[in-house]
């Protein structure tokens, strides 16, 4: 069983294009969690769920809005996609949010590709 | 602003030879430690944590870390590298504040040689 899956695998699209990107955790936490990870394979969290409410909005773009319709989804919504949009996003979850000391989960991957 | 730093970019050891994947870090207060592997084309996966204790700590796949509070370091080890060792590893920081993001290196490429 995925614990942490993400669709799709891989999304390639026109600049100007609105895209969604969703994960499911069955894991059975309570915090999720949107990284993206750029050419140099250089790691940033983007935004932190606990309980399907934000608790980290880090320094991004407004035209990414994270949704969670609860506990074991999140999703991440892009409009007006733009050329630096093109990383790898990563979807992970964890149990008892960030400042823990629990492990996060990964999920494989969505490889974005604007053209 | 509060930091990891992993110095190396790759590391290079020959099958069989022990080895070491460098992390040191800046965070006040006293944060909890991670070490995650990254394959190609996969999502991170977990190898370690340090909390508190010992500390030497063990992992999967015969890793180890071994956490120094004076030098704020915590080096990934493992006596006898294998092929399939070779991959991405990141060296993560949670800092005990809650609601703060874990802070990540930048990665170390580890390329085992036969």
């Known amino acids: 069983d995925t614990a942490v899956s993400q669709t799709p695998k891989y999304l390639v699209t026109q600049m100007g294009n609105d895209k969604s990107i969703k994960c499911e955790q069955n894991?059975?936490?309570?915090?999720m969690y949107w990284y993206k990870q750029d050419s140099k394979k250089f790691l940033k969290i983007m935004f932190s769920?606990?309980?399907?409410?934000?608790?980290i909005n880090e320094t991004v773009p407004n035209r990414f809005s994270p949704k969670s319709p609860d506990k074991a989804h999140l999703n991440l919504h892009i409009n007006s996609l733009e050329l630096g949009d093109s990383a790898v996003y990563f979807c992970?979850?964890?149990?008892?949010?960030?400042?823990?000391?629990?492990?996060?989960?990964f999920g494989d991957g969505t490889r974005l590709s604007i053209l | 602003a509060q930091s990891v730093a992993q110095p190396e970019d790759q590391v290079n050891v020959a099958e069989g030879n022990p080895l070491t994947v460098k992390c040191t870090y800046s965070?006040?207060?006293?944060?909890?430690l991670f070490w995650y592997v990254q394959y190609p084309n996969r999502g991170l996966q977990f190898l370690l944590k340090?909390?508190?204790?010992?500390?030497l700590v063990k992992g999967s796949y015969g890793f180890e870390a071994e956490f120094n509070k004076s030098q704020t370091s915590f080096h990934l080890k493992k006596p006898s590298a294998l092929v399939s060792d070779s991959a991405l590893y990141f060296c993560?920081?949670?800092?005990?504040?809650?609601?703060?993001?874990?802070?990540f290196g930048k990665g170390t490429t580890l390329s085992v040689s036969s």
């Open positions: 992970a979850s964890s149990q008892g949010g960030q400042g823990g000391n629990q492990p996060q989960h």
């Open positions: 769920y606990n309980n399907k409410e934000l608790i």
């Open positions: 993560a920081v949670s800092p005990p504040q809650a609601g703060t993001a874990l802070i």
């Open positions: 894991l059975g936490h309570d915090t």
């Open positions: 340090y909390i508190t204790g010992d500390n």
């Open positions: 965070v006040s207060g006293n944060p909890y």
